[in-house]
């Protein structure tokens, strides 16, 4: 082979090298977990487990590891969060990923959500111990997180309540912070009704506990002499179902 013959078959043998290794890379970077493609899993895993529960959610912090390598093959992505997590705050969930059937990963991810969603809050500062009006709330979107979980839904479940701490303008009003204001008080006659069929019966009673509104109470029917457990509807009427 003359020279020119030699430096034609280098440079095949060249140009093959560089062709097999373009290959191996581009092999190499389809196999790589890449961070959208977790996110995008993620999105839907987050979807799935607050559909229907009206809440508007962003992930704020979503850590995925960079690099990480795959057998070629078909993905299936997996994802495990704990079975007390509700879909908002922080968590660390885990991420299972397969490759034709088997699993080949398990990633631990941290993931931060928020999550608004309406719910009742102080239109005022309301001090502790105040009995909260209508006039002192409002409804409106806040992050889920701002009330702890314990957000509530309707101003009616709040009106009448009691608080046990300060509440500052803005913020949520949480259900652990309302106490039932007693309407009913031990020893008070009260009118004890019942509907049965369409037919109300009433008779006079002894409340032998104290209570709010919607609240279950023990009171003497002072026609038997019975104890039996009713609900508060106002200062003095109690129902019971039959």
């Known amino acids: 082979m003359g020279r020119a013959g030699w430096w034609i078959a280098a440079l095949f043998v060249l140009i093959a090298l560089a062709t097999a290794a373009q290959g191996a890379t581009s092999t190499a970077a389809g196999a790589v977990l890449t961070e959208r493609e977790v996110r995008g899993a993620v999105e839907r895993f987050l ?7 009206g809440w508007e959610t962003t992930i704020t ?11 070629k093959g078909q993905r299936d992505l997996e994802l495990i969060a704990p079975s007390s997590w509700d879909g908002w705050g922080p968590v660390t ?23 608004r969603t309406a719910m009742v809050v ?12 209508a006039a002192d709330l409002a409804v409106e979107k806040r992050d889920l997180a701002q009330a702890g979980g314990f957000d509530v839904k309707r101003i009616a479940d709040v ?22 204001v007693p309407v009913v ?17 009433t008779v006079t009673g002894r409340a032998k506990s104290s209570g709010g509104v919607g ?6 029917n002072l026609n038997s002499h ?16 039959l």
């Open 185 to 201: 008080r031990s020893g008070q006659l009260v009118t004890i009704i019942a509907d049965n069929a369409g037919f109300r019966i």
């Open 61 to 71: 912090q979503l850590a995925v590891p960079q690099g990480i390598q795959l057998p």
């Open 122 to 133: 102080a239109r005022r500062q309301l001090l502790a111990g105040t009995v909260v009006s």
């Open 159 to 180: 009106v009448g309540k009691r608080l046990k701490s300060t509440v500052r303008t803005g913020a949520p009003v949480r259900s652990d912070q309302l106490l039932a």
């Open 226 to 241: 019975r104890e039996i457990p009713a609900r508060v509807l106002d200062s003095d009427t109690v129902e019971v179902g």
């Open 47 to 53: 979807a799935e487990k607050v559909q229907g529960r």
């Open 93 to 115: 969930i885990a991420l299972v990923v397969r490759v034709d059937g088997e699993v080949v990963r398990n990633i631990s991810l941290r993931l931060l959500v928020d999550a």
């Open 215 to 220: 609240d279950l109470i023990r009171v003497e």
